[in-house]
């Protein structure tokens, strides 16, 4: 069995411990991507190669199945990685939230009984830089 790394093509590569202490200390080479907020099911997160991490959170006051594949369309009621938890209210830091460390694969959402708020939080160290 044969795993791929993102950073497999990357002259130095570094753990996702050494990459998120070099975001925590400002390291001048990792850049944080301006926040996005997706309102709609469907495709959150597109495919992107080399990222550094990736985080979503919910913001919505209902709960959201989340997908991470680069071919399966959306989650649906038995087709899901998991779900983020709901806030009490819009946008009060409460709903659930996951990481993904080096992935870049694609990731769909799906609001359980209506249209979904999440945040979309991502790095990319130097070397993958899109």
């Given at each position: 069995?044969?795993?791929?790394?993102?950073?497999?093509?990357i002259a130095?590569?570094?753990?996702?411990?050494?990459?998120?202490?070099?975001?925590?200390?400002?390291?001048?080479?990792?850049?944080?991507?301006?926040?996005?907020?997706?309102?709609?099911?469907?495709?959150?997160?597109?495919?992107k190669?080399?990222?550094?991490?990736?985080?979503?959170q919910?913001?919505?006051?209902?709960?959201?199945?989340?997908?991470?594949?680069?071919?399966?369309?959306?989650p649906?009621?038995?087709?899901?990685?998991?779900?983020?938890a709901?806030?009490?209210?819009?946008?009060?830091?409460?709903?659930?939230?996951?990481?993904?460390g080096?992935?870049?694969?694609?990731?769909?959402?799906?609001?359980?009984?209506?249209?979904?708020?999440?945040?979309?939080?991502?790095?990319?160290?130097?070397?993958g830089?899109?």
């Open positions: 069995m044969t795993i791929t790394s993102p950073q497999a093509d130095e590569r570094r753990d996702n411990y050494r990459l998120m202490l070099d975001l925590l200390v400002s390291n001048k080479g990792v850049v944080v991507a301006p926040p996005l907020i997706v309102t709609a099911n469907g495709q959150a997160c597109a495919r190669e080399k990222i550094s991490f990736r985080v979503i919910n913001c919505g006051t209902l709960p959201v199945k989340f997908l991470v594949d680069d071919v399966a369309t959306a649906t009621t038995d087709m899901f990685h998991g779900i983020l709901a806030c009490t209210t819009v946008d009060d830091g409460t709903g659930g939230s996951q990481s993904f080096l992935t870049g694969n694609r990731v769909t959402i799906l609001g359980v009984g209506g249209n979904p708020r999440v945040c979309i939080f991502e790095g990319y160290a130097p070397e830089l899109p």
